[in-house]
């Protein structure tokens, strides 16, 4: 259904909702679309035929069904960005899906008659790409740039009170991406219908000057259309209880400016993210004209010289993963359920900050970073005036940048977790004089807009940004990773600290080792698989470890953004050029959000909360029984004993010899026996405080399931995550398993999708079949709308069957 939200409930900016049905009214449009594949030149028009397209409900990404396609979006390039300087075939390089084409959708909705003189408004958070919106056949607006939200004012064209036919065409070119960019109605799309005088869309803008403990200067600036309106400012704290208000009747043009004084505010961080609301109520005379809300946070950031980086006077690094817009096997199609998932898992980590790599952020995923704690760096573009891509953003970069540069800061300037902006990513305009009056344009343009956050660009031609003067004028220079240069850059470049806004990249397949663990770079293998001794990196990347010393060792190292927290469709370096590799390797969690041995590794340092004890490889290695097979482990201890079948294989302690060293615990020399190994770690004074174990497991036997979530809303959208692993008879883990299984799912719920993390599988995500990866895979059940059980049950040929039961709640 499509959902009709008024006010009384505490939402962000841009879901803007309403008190008084008369007043305001916003309706989601999530079901009743058409949707048709191809090109149509009718199909804008209200008495269009739609009955033989295809019912689907938004967000919608059309290609995320596949089928996985070698000559997809094939590209003959070199990727310059990597070094290379030849062309070559990559086939996987947007994940091999059909992303590119032509698409339609289409809506009959009724338009409320709330009153004479009344506002219809359009939001669309996200439509990839080259949106062209009709409503009644009218052509009311576009907007090419498909990561961004925009608005279409259609108070002309609507018709309130009777059926009205939205249309949408959308166009996504090939070779326009360096990665899967999603395709369709990918994110949501909102109706709003309000009195002509009232707030401005985005028209509200909170920023907290003065910070104490004592009490807190908040700044509201209001933007409203109409004369002689007064507006009434309430600031709720997260209890509801009301804390503070203003009154304004005096506007300078069509903006209301407010200082309000909240006494002893509990201010919004990570560890803590205390939320407040302010309720906005425009009055005419005694009648209430408008009225929304609008969730803040009560911080202080600030970047100094020689000090870094502080959150209300504390001085601290992030902790932070880039992370891609596609939710693995859901594809684009924006999913809260998807993405809280993500931040709990990062949040397990120790993980406080995430960098929207490379494109802007989706309101749902900012509205969970300010409740569940984490800084952000919203970025903006990949590509500026020069190209990566043949028909990437430079196509638009003239026209169109800085309406895209605008709506990005005034959909989202409310939120306390975002602290920076990114104005670009390793854009080819960082060479010459033109490129740095981009730079200065652009981040001119942020400062515009938003004169409280400061601008970076991430910059991996170092050297050049040093000599032009590039790096020099950004408020933060980022540096994506050339760690041998950061000394450098600190010296030349007058800020005072450098960041990290892309670190490591290096490569991994989840449970897959290879002998002999050495470091290498641009390794491959016959089955196409990476090394997960955390060893293998790209020739223009490096490993976690030398990241680590940058930052515990250089007070202006800001902190760093891991490329990438998760792995996602497309880019699948180090094999761009080899079939059937799909998918990235950078992730510290693949593709279907099962951690590798690498979230361990930043574990061990960045969760202060709780211990981390990590022992790697598997122990089923039949065949190399008396060959030299490493161990490591990951702790946050600093020394650990290891044990095979209950011999001591020595003690290690972390010492300064590699950077290796300081941050693993290795035994470089263990051979191979199948039976138990054990580690035991001690604490700072010798004394055993924690063990793990990996066991030689038999046959596999039994299929065992947990999810992530046992209990989900019935609202048709909620997803329970559950991951099956497949066990021996005495209840091991069986970690080489690739059996094919089989998915039922009764009750109140569905099979949504299933994914096993193998960056080759080309099985659709939407079957309910899928061979296991390293003895692991995660089914998807989403709920209907109606509370009641659900049951799911796996079940594979040679095994004993898995079942579950979930349940979902109104």
């Not at 939710?327 to 999913?335: D, F, K, Y």
Request: with cysteine; charged share 25%.
């Amino acid at each position: 259904m499509n959902i009709i939200k008024n006010l009384l409930l505490v939402t962000s900016l841009f879901t803007v909702l309403s008190t008084q049905a008369q007043n305001r009214v916003e309706i989601e449009l999530t079901d009743n679309w058409k949707f048709f594949r191809g090109q149509n030149e009718q199909a804008f028009s209200k008495d269009f035929n739609d009955l033989k397209w295809k019912s689907v409900t938004v967000p919608h990404d059309w290609a995320i069904s596949g089928p996985f396609d070698k000559e997809i979006d094939k590209q003959m390039v070199a990727i310059t960005q990597n070094g290379e300087k030849k062309a070559t075939e990559k086939t996987g390089r947007t994940g091999a899906l059909p992303y590119t084409g032509e698409g339609w959708y289409r809506n009959t909705l009724k338009i409320p008659l709330l009153r004479k003189g009344q506002r219809t408004l359009l939001v669309f958070d996200g439509a990839m790409s080259e949106a062209r919106v009709f409503l009644n056949g009218q052509a009311v607006g576009e907007w090419n740039y498909g990561y961004n939200s925009f608005v279409l004012d259609v108070t002309k064209q609507a018709l309130p009170g009777e059926m009205n036919t939205l249309a949408v065409h959308l166009n996504n070119h090939p070779k326009s991406s360096r990665w899967y960019p999603g395709a369709g109605l990918y994110r949501n799309v909102h109706l709003i219908v309000k009195d002509e005088k009232s707030i401005e869309h985005w028209g509200v803008s909170i920023t907290t000057p003065v910070v104490s403990a004592a009490f807190s200067k908040v700044n509201i600036k209001t933007k409203v259309t109409g004369n002689d309106l007064r507006l009434v400012t309430r600031i709720l704290n997260s209890e509801g209880k009301e804390v503070a208000s203003g009154t304004a009747d005096q506007p300078f043009g069509n903006e209301f400016d407010q200082n309000i004084s909240v006494a002893e505010p509990k201010l919004w961080s990570p560890e803590s993210p205390y939320l407040y609301t302010a309720i906005s109520t425009v009055y005419e005379g005694t009648e209430v004209k408008d009225q929304i809300s609008t969730r803040f946070g009560i911080r202080e950031i600030r970047y100094e010289a020689n000090k870094g980086f502080s959150l209300n006077g504390k001085v601290r690094k992030f902790k932070g993963v880039c992370l891609h817009h596609d939710l693995g096997p859901l594809g684009a199609a924006i999913n809260v359920a998807a993405l809280r998932r993500q931040l709990t898992i990062l949040k397990d980590m120790g993980c406080d900050a995430i960098r929207s790599s490379h494109n802007m952020p989706s309101p749902e995923q900012l509205e969970l970073c300010d409740e569940m704690g984490f800084m952000f760096l919203a970025e903006s573009f990949d590509e500026w005036a020069k190209p990566k891509v043949e028909n990437g953003y430079h196509l638009y970069f003239d026209t169109d940048a800085e309406k895209d540069v605008v709506n990005l800061v005034r959909a989202n300037r409310n939120h306390p977790c975002i602290v920076m902006w990114s104005s670009g990513n390793e854009v080819p305009d960082q060479w010459g004089a033109e490129g740095v009056k981009r730079a200065k344009w652009l981040q001119d343009i942020f400062h515009r807009e938003d004169p409280t956050r400061p601008v970076t660009v991430g910059m991996d031609q170092v050297k050049a940004t040093m000599e032009s003067g590039f790096g020099a004028l950004l408020d933060v220079p980022g540096l994506n990773y050339r760690v041998h240069l950061y000394p450098e850059a600190y010296k030349t470049f007058p800020q005072g600290f450098i960041l990290g806004s892309e670190t490591a990249s290096t490569v991994s397949s989840r449970g897959v080792y290879k002998f002999p663990a050495v470091i290498a770079k641009d390794k491959r293998y016959p089955d196409l698989q990476s090394s997960s001794y955390d060893l293998e990196y790209c020739s223009w990347s490096n490993l976690p470890d030398d990241d680590f010393v940058l930052q515990d060792d250089m007070p202006w190292v800001i902190g760093e953004f891991v490329w990438t927290g998760f792995d996602y469709l497309g880019e699948p370096t180090p094999y761009d050029e080899y079939w059937p590799s799909r998918s990235s390797y950078f992730g510290i969690s693949d593709l279907a959000g099962l951690p590798k041995d690498r979230f361990y590794l930043y574990r061990s340092r960045w969760n202060k909360e709780k211990p981390t004890l990590h022992l790697l490889p598997h122990w089923n290695w039949e065949g190399r029984e008396g060959q030299i097979t490493p161990v490591f482990v990951y702790t946050s201890y600093d020394s650990a004993e290891l044990f095979l079948n209950g011999k001591s294989l020595g003690l290690r302690k972390k010492n300064k010899d590699t950077p290796q060293d300081r941050y693993r615990l290795m035994w470089n020399e263990v051979k191979y026996m199948p039976g138990e190994l054990k580690v035991v770690a001690f604490d700072s004074e010798g004394r055993a405080v924690a063990e793990e174990k990996v066991v030689t497991a038999g046959k596999p036997y039994q299929i065992v399931l947990e999810a992530d979530r046992n209990e989900i809303q019935a609202d048709g959208k909620d997803i329970s995550y559950v991951t099956v692993s497949v066990l021996d008879k005495a209840g091991h883990p069986c970690p080489t398993a690739a059996l094919p299984l089989k998915f039922k799912v009764s009750g109140e719920g569905s099979f949504k999708a299933v994914c096993n993390g193998d960056a080759t599988s080309v099985e659709s995500f939407e079957m309910p079949e899928m061979k296991l990866f390293s003895g692991k895979l995660v089914v998807l059940v989403q709920s209907g709308t109606k509370a009641g059980d659900i049951g799911l049950t796996v079940s594979g040929s040679t095994l004993k069957s898995g079942k579950i039961k979930l349940r979902s709640k109104q």
